[in-house]
């Protein structure tokens, strides 16, 4: 399917057998610029149609992966398979790949169907009109065709780098950053209409965003990447619910890290007790990474509930405390609290509002309960706040 | 409040109109002095020019003594004597124009583009690009005569590797005056082009490399048509003057078939005092510019673009 040879460009590798999207495999991908290693030694497979988020902070070498699978950058070691062949070496043009790029990259010379149509007259496809008509449609931009890009608004726009991907029915769509630059409600309804023509299309996309909430809104599978690697993948449930790194359970979400030593393993219950400066914690073992040593206990803050007074937790309940209430913030559906606990640091529980109004005011004495179920554990060298969200970082 | 509404300011409130007459009094002053400069240096005289145009012989008067008349046909007399003068500066001018494209879009490319991002390299270039205007450009003319010359390296050369036949120079001749008119007009091309290029956006051409084009569909597809304005320009800004140009043509030409209109223009006014003539052909040569370079820019479709 995919060509080596074919430089004078009209002889275009894709086939209308890309229809149903391929397999995309990574092997022991290593990409350095210099002395710096920005992607390390990754190996990855994403099954044909499905909706494959790369998640990661800026410099975390989520684009690079996708511009190697573009073939815009080559690898310095590894190969890359798309549906099963080696596509490593070949240039951009070559791969039965398309791109949505960030900036949207739409020529601006040519009116927006010339720009759709511009990778079905490269690969010298029949029925260019038709396609470019169809394609359009899917983006609801069909009564824009003759504008130029400059006419659009930028989700027009956005709509428009999408159609011209689609249209081509490549193997593997690479979407890097695509809905970065929207306002935050267009954003929001993009992302619903992504998933929608994903599963309409039934392509294999590969999505690039720093952006967690977009990634478990859209993806099958979530690689979260840090520094050149992926930390964990997984469906968005599983990562959010049993992160395996402080760095997962950090950028994914929030969580309440606190350092603790396995003191006893109780094989019949299969459960681990840690202990937290004096408390005893219990851990299933499976949610924990180690079974011994140096462990960082975590719980997720919706997780947690907030003891007054002389309120009892369930057996089942691991217990932390007492704590002062430092700040309570009302936000709607929930209230959030920031609960400081003397010798632990600060945890952070969002409450329900489900009686309504906020019970627990600023100052008050309490302890802080979770299901046992719910807590997992980390390796204990993890730094507790690694992949910790810094807003003023954000692009 | 009829200048604001002639300028088109369309004031409507009476309590806006002071303001906008201020606006506009601003407006003349700031046009003043471009104005003045241009109607006293280019109005008056293309005024003149048109008058000496028409001008007649005084009867039985000295060389060089006219008066005033409307003598049209001194027109088709100076197009019928000099048609193939004019003709030769336009190919001339032409061929310049096509080389130094040649020639200069690569280097324009290559400054643009291909060091994008390697700034130091890129003043370099650009510096050496507009080097030759620190020299004059009658000795950097006069420096071709030498680098043409019958004796020079370059014949040498040409005539060891005998693609110059036995007995043929290339100094004095349409290939030296067409060298000449390229070299000098090259920086004109260059530029307007690198400014073009400069703007362009390289995600394009990845945008193009991933839409399953190869570099050179690319380049005819998406970088070529990015381009045109800068191409346009530089093409009117090396033309024009080529076409006018008489330096090259004195100082690296023969007097026989490599004559231009410039030249032309030069002699009928300083050496025959004909000046009706020459204004005839001045005023000749500015019709047939204008006329060719508005076909140009129309047909190159790069007003959207501009």
Redesign the interface.
């Known amino acids: 399917m995919t060509s080596t040879a074919g ?4 002889a ?3 086939g209308d057998q890309a229809d149903s999207g391929a397999d995309l495999e990574l092997t022991d991908v290593t990409k350095s610029f210099g002395d710096f290693v920005a992607v390390d030694n990754l190996s990855l497979t994403v099954p044909s149609g499905s909706f494959f988020a790369l998640l990661g902070p800026s410099g975390c070498g989520k684009t690079t992966t996708l511009r190697m699978v ?3 950058e080559q690898p310095t070691s590894g190969t890359i398979a798309i549906g099963g062949s080696d596509v490593t070496g070949t ?4 791969r039965p ?3 949505v ?1 960030q ?1 949207y ?5 040519l009116s927006v169907g010339d720009n759709v149509a ?2 079905l007259r ?2 010298g496809k029949s029925e260019i009109a038709r396609r470019v008509a169809d394609g359009l449609d899917l983006v609801e931009l069909g009564h824009l065709a003759d504008r130029k890009p400059g006419q659009l608004s930028g989700g027009q726009q956005q709509r428009v780098a999408l159609a ?2 689609l249209v ?1 029915r490549p193997s593997v769509l690479l979407l890097d950053e695509p809905l970065g630059a929207l306002d935050l409600k267009l954003r929001r309804q993009m992302q619903l209409e992504l998933k929608r023509i994903q599963t309409e299309v039934g392509l294999t996309f590969i999505h690039v965003t720093h952006d967690q909430e977009e990634a478990m809104t859209m993806a099958d599978t979530v690689a979260v990447m840090n520094r050149g690697r992926i930390e964990q993948m997984g469906t968005p449930a599983e990562l959010y619910e049993l992160p395996r790194t402080a760095f997962v359970a950090n950028f994914l979400g929030q969580s309440n890290l606190v350092p603790g030593t396995v003191v006893d393993r109780v094989t019949k219950s299969g459960l681990l007790a840690v202990d937290v400066s004096g408390t005893r914690i219990l851990v299933p073992e499976v949610r924990s990474v180690r079974s011994s040593g140096g462990v960082l206990v975590g719980v997720r803050p919706e997780k947690l509930r907030i003891l007054v007074g002389d309120q009892e937790p369930t057996p089942a309940e691991n217990v932390l405390g007492p704590g002062t209430v430092t700040d309570v913030s009302f936000m709607g559906v929930s209230t959030q609290y920031q609960v400081e606990v003397r010798g632990l640091g600060t945890f952070g529980v969002f409450a329900q509002n489900l009686l309504g109004g906020s019970t627990v005011a600023t100052g008050a004495e309490v302890r802080l309960a979770w299901s046992v179920d719910f807590t997992f554990a980390l390796d204990g060298a993890d730094a507790p706040d690694e992949g910790t969200v810094d807003l003023d970082d954000e692009p | 409040m009829s200048i604001t509404a002639a300028l088109g300011e369309g004031g409507a409130a009476t309590g806006a109109a002071p303001r906008s007459l201020k606006r506009s009094r601003a407006h003349w002053v700031l046009l003043g002095p471009g104005l003045i400069y241009l109607v006293l240096l280019f109005v008056v005289p293309v005024g003149a020019l048109l008058a000496t145009s028409l001008y007649v012989p005084v009867p039985g008067g000295d060389i060089g003594q006219y008066q005033p008349a409307l003598h049209w046909q001194n027109y088709p007399q100076a197009i019928a004597q000099f048609w193939p003068v004019i003709l030769r500066s336009f190919w001339f001018a032409l061929l310049a124009t096509v080389a130094a494209l040649v020639i200069g879009y690569p280097m324009a490319y290559a400054i643009a583009i291909r060091a994008r991002g390697r700034t130091l390299l890129q003043g370099m270039l650009l510096v050496l690009v507009v080097a030759p205007f620190f020299t004059s450009f009658i000795l950097r003319t006069i420096a071709w005569k030498q680098i043409l010359a019958d004796d020079s390296l370059v014949v040498a050369i040409l005539h060891w590797l005998n693609l110059l036949p036995e007995g043929a120079r290339l100094t004095a001749t349409p290939f030296a005056v067409v060298c000449g008119l390229t070299y000098n007009f090259l920086p004109f091309m260059v530029l307007p082009i690198f400014a073009g290029l400069e703007r362009l956006d390289v995600r394009m051409l990845e945008a193009g490399a991933d839409l399953y084009a190869s570099p050179v569909t690319t380049f005819r597809t998406v970088t070529w048509p990015l381009s045109l304005p800068g191409v346009v320009a530089g093409t009117l800004l090396t033309f024009i003057p080529a076409v006018g140009d008489y330096v090259n043509a004195a100082l690296l030409g023969n007097n026989t078939n490599t004559t231009m209109i410039g030249q032309v223009i030069d002699a009928r006014f300083f050496k025959v005092l004909d000046y009706p003539t020459a204004a005839t052909l001045s005023v000749v040569l500015m019709a047939a510019i204008m006329l060719i370079v508005t076909v140009y820019i129309r047909r190159a479709g790069t007003e959207e673009l501009l």
């Open positions: 430089t004078a460009g009209s275009a590798p894709v573009a073939g815009l240039r951009a043009h070559q790949v398309n791109t790029f900036s990259a739409l020529f601006p010379h511009f990778g490269r690969s011209r991907a081509n």
